[in-house]
C-alpha cells in the first residue's frame, strides 16, 4: 500500500487571516494553537468530528472544553451539520482534493495492469508454430513471469499490511480516507495488531466508532503499562464490563441501552 504524507497545506501567513485575529484577541496565542490541533484531528477523522466527542478531545489536548466549545462555535472557522457533528470547509476541500489524485493514481494502475495484459495477448496472437514458435514462448514467458512476480509483489503487500485496515473499514461501515489509513499505519508501528482489534471492538460496541475514541482506549492502555492483551483483558474491567453488557443486549434483543463508557474515569483516583 503506497504511504500516504501525513501533512496538509498552511498558508505561513495564515494568522493575519481576519477569523484568526479576533481568536488571538479572545483566547490569546493558546486558541491559535488549539485551532491547530482540532484541524489535525478533522483530518485524521476523514473532516468530521462529534460534538460529543469534545469531552474527550479535551482531555486529549489537555484544555478546558468550554475552550472548545467556544472557539468552534463563536469564530465562524468551523460548521455544524444536522448531524450534531461539527466540520471545517477548507478540510474538506482538501480531503477531496487528495481522494481525487488517489482515485487518478488507482485508474493509472489499472490501465498498466491491463496494458501489460494485453501485451502478452497480442505476442500470443503474433506467435505461430514456425522456428519463430520458441522464440515467442521465450519472450511470453519472461513477461508472465513479470507480471507474475509484480502482481505477487502488489499481493504480498496488500495481504501482511491490509489486514487490520479491512478490519477497521467492516466494523466501521464505510471507506477509510487516505489520512484514516496513515493514522491505523501508526498505531500498526506502536501497537501489536490483536490490541488494535480489540480497542476497535470496544469502540464500536459503545457505539463510539470514531477514531479520536480509540486513540483515547489505545492510549488509557498505554498510560498504564499494558502492553498485551492478556494484562488488558485482566486488568481493564471497564473495557470487558462494556462488551459482556453490549452481548446480555443483544442476547435479550433490547436495543434501547445505549453505553457512554468514560475511559478515564479510574485515571481521577490515581
Not at 180 to 206: D, G
Not at 221 to 241: H, P, R, S, V
Not at 243 to 258: A, G, V
Request: with cysteine; aromatic share 10%.
Amino acid at each position: 500500500m503506497k504511504k500516504v504524507n501525513n501533512y496538509f497545506s498552511h498558508d505561513f501567513n495564515a494568522r493575519n487571516d481576519i477569523k484568526l485575529k479576533k481568536v488571538i484577541a479572545n483566547l490569546g496565542i493558546q486558541g491559535i494553537g488549539l485551532y491547530w490541533c482540532i484541524i489535525e484531528c478533522l483530518y485524521e477523522n476523514n473532516g468530521y468530528l462529534s460534538l460529543d466527542d469534545i469531552k474527550l478531545l479535551a482531555y486529549e489536548l489537555r484544555v478546558d472544553e468550554n475552550l472548545i466549545k467556544n472557539l468552534i462555535k463563536n469564530f465562524n472557522l468551523f460548521k455544524i451539520n444536522s448531524k450534531n457533528k461539527f466540520y471545517s470547509q477548507s478540510v474538506l476541500n482538501r480531503l477531496n482534493e487528495i481522494e481525487s489524485k488517489s482515485q487518478k493514481n488507482r485508474e493509472n494502475a489499472l490501465k498498466r495492469w491491463k496494458k501489460n495484459n494485453e501485451d502478452v495477448i497480442q505476442l500470443q496472437n503474433n506467435c505461430n508454430a514456425t522456428a519463430l514458435q520458441t522464440e515467442c514462448y521465450i519472450k511470453k514467458k519472461k513477461i508472465k513471469e513479470k507480471i507474475k512476480k509484480e502482481n505477487n509483489n502488489k499481493l504480498l503487500t496488500i495481504t501482511e499490511k491490509d489486514n487490520i485496515y479491512n478490519y477497521v473499514e467492516v466494523n466501521f461501515g464505510r471507506l477509510l480516507s487516505p489520512i484514516e489509513l496513515e493514522k491505523i499505519s501508526l498505531w500498526s508501528s506502536e501497537y501489536k495488531e490483536e490490541i488494535l482489534k480489540y480497542a476497535i471492538s470496544i469502540a464500536v460496541m459503545n457505539r463510539k466508532a470514531t477514531f479520536a475514541y480509540v486513540e483515547g482506549i489505545l492510549k488509557n492502555w498505554k498510560a498504564k503499562g499494558f502492553e498485551t492483551l492478556d494484562e488488558i483483558k485482566e486488568n481493564d474491567l471497564y473495557g470487558l464490563t462494556a462488551i459482556r453488557k453490549k452481548e446480555k443486549s443483544l442476547d435479550s434483543q433490547d436495543d434501547t441501552e445505549i453505553f457512554d463508557y468514560n475511559w478515564f474515569e479510574e485515571d481521577e483516583h490515581d
